[in-house]
């Protein structure tokens, strides 16, 4: 049995937590840069949390420039084992409405200028991302929310957009019908590979701001009204949170679905073709396998 520790990664309009003892921002260093920001520590319920606002306080960093194998380096520094992800998003499907979260359970990453793996030449891994969540991290999201009064679908597809720009009428369309998308953002890629990588459950709790530009109904996407959206449920996504510990619980099971050993057999070069300097900078996020 290990020690649970549970990490938040809050998104746009999220910028802390409340309700922490013994709270306290910290700054972590690591060998692929600054985080996005401290990350706030303390404990719940007697379970370990860590708070990382994804954007950096004040909202610094877009979507792009997320240092995003920093933040998942220094939350597995820090000795967090269950990663939740709580991101706005828009909505394809009419049931999905502003103000409902969806349980994410798959991606389509279709971003392209960011870095996507701690692995790379003289030390090559290749990891699953075929059910990139933890279907246990994401049971307890779906109940914490429930039990929080919030309307929670579980599963759905997000589509991870490059951005900053929100999509066009032909793209919202094509991810809609042809690709059978659910919802869209701009952050949870490469942010769900790297924590598999990292051999971190991960879940996502995307809550919806806007039907993006494919509704007839609605007008264009524009990020005012979003944080409105947003700011009017920030008490559910903290409601959500405050649920979490006593689902999870201060000891830790080995995860059923693998998520902690995910890089048991993902390491393809060989001992005495490693780089000694990319061994050194997986330090912590594959210490035990190295
Ligand atoms: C504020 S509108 C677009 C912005 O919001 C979402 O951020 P996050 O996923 O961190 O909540 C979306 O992905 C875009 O980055
Ligand atoms: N429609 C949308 N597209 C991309 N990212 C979003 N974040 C919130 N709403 C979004």
């Not at 004040?58 to 990663?83: F, Q």
């Not at 790297?194 to 007839?216: F, G, I």
Request: proline share 6%.
């Amino acid at each position: 049995m290990t020690q649970t520790k549970i990490a938040v990664i809050g998104g746009s309009g999220i910028y802390d937590i409340d309700g922490l003892e013994s709270a306290e921002w910290v700054t972590v260093e690591t060998p692929w840069g600054a985080p996005s920001d401290q990350i706030l520590t303390g404990s719940l319920d007697g379970v370990g949390m860590a708070f990382l606002p994804r954007h950096g306080r004040g909202h610094v960093h877009s979507p792009t420039e997320v240092p995003y194998r920093a933040n998942i380096d220094a939350l597995k520094r820090l000795g967090v084992t269950d990663v939740i992800s709580v991101s706005a998003c828009g909505s394809f499907r009419e049931n999905m409405a502003p103000g409902d979260f969806v349980i994410v359970d798959q991606f389509i990453d279709r971003t392209f200028a960011r870095e996507k793996s701690f692995f790379g030449t003289g030390c090559v891994a290749h990891v699953s991302v075929a059910h990139p969540t933890c279907p246990r991290l994401s049971d307890a999201c779906e109940t914490a929310g429930k039990a929080a009064g919030i309307t929670v679908h579980r599963g759905g597809t997000y589509l991870a957009m490059e951005g900053p720009q929100f999509s066009s009428l032909a793209e919202s369309k094509m991810y809609r019908e042809h690709w059978g998308c659910d919802v869209i953002g701009m952050t949870n890629m490469p942010e769900a590979k790297l924590a598999r990588e990292a051999e971190l459950c991960y879940a996502s709790v995307a809550m919806v701001t806007d039907y993006d530009s494919w509704h007839p109904d609605h007008g264009e996407v524009d990020v005012t009204s979003i944080i409105a959206t947003l700011t009017g449920n920030a008490e559910k996504g903290r409601s959500l949170v405050k649920g979490l510990p006593a689902l999870l619980g201060a000891e830790r099971a080995p995860c059923p679905h693998g998520c902690d050993r995910a890089l048991e057999f993902a390491i393809l070069t060989a001992p005495d073709k490693r780089d000694p300097a990319l061994l050194a900078k997986l330090d912590a996020v594959a210490a035990r396998v190295l």
